[in-house]
């Protein structure tokens, strides 16, 4: 029997089993964790919107924990040669952040070794929710860093 490693997340979806990799993960984001702030007004280039989160992603056999702060961004609305829905509602960009997010997760952390607890890991996952949310949400972004002044909304691991 494969042994597996627990994560216990401020952020990923909860599963039961082994998944993708060696790794259970455990934890998630809610959609209302993302209080997106309006950056940009929709006239000036059809706006933008972002939050910046911080979630804790605790190795559950070692208890190391790397703490993951970055931005998420989303148009107001998309251009006019872009399909519909072309204007990105508030619950669909917290939805599809969320959905993203929990993806991501999920993705980077069921294959993650206890070495690679650090920055790297967290880079890793920026990357992946950048890719799958920018495929939910055309022009949308994710930033390793907090961008414009917003505050840091720390995610726990039960998605608040």
């Not at 597996?4 to 209302?32: D, E, Q, S």
């Not at 964790?33 to 007004?41: A, C, L, S, T, Y």
């Amino acid at each position: 029997m494969m042994k597996c490693t627990k994560y216990i997340l401020g952020l990923a979806m909860v599963c039961g089993l082994c998944g993708a990799g060696p790794n259970w993960v455990h934890g998630f984001v809610t959609p209302r964790k993302f209080e997106f702030r309006q950056i940009v007004p929709v006239d000036v280039d059809g706006g933008w919107r972002a939050v910046c989160l911080r979630a804790a992603f605790t190795h559950g056999n070692t208890d190391i924990t790397i703490r993951c702060t970055f931005t998420v961004g989303t148009p107001l609305r998309l251009r006019p040669e872009a399909p519909p829905p072309r204007y990105i509602t508030l619950e669909h960009a917290q939805a599809a952040g969320a959905t993203a997010a929990n993806q991501a997760a999920y993705s980077v952390l069921s294959k993650a070794s206890p070495d690679s607890m650090s920055a790297v890991l967290c880079d890793t996952f920026v990357g992946e929710y950048n890719r799958l949310l920018k495929a939910g949400i055309p022009g949308s972004r994710v930033n390793s860093t907090c961008i414009h002044d917003i505050p840091v909304n720390p995610v726990s691991p039960d998605g608040q």
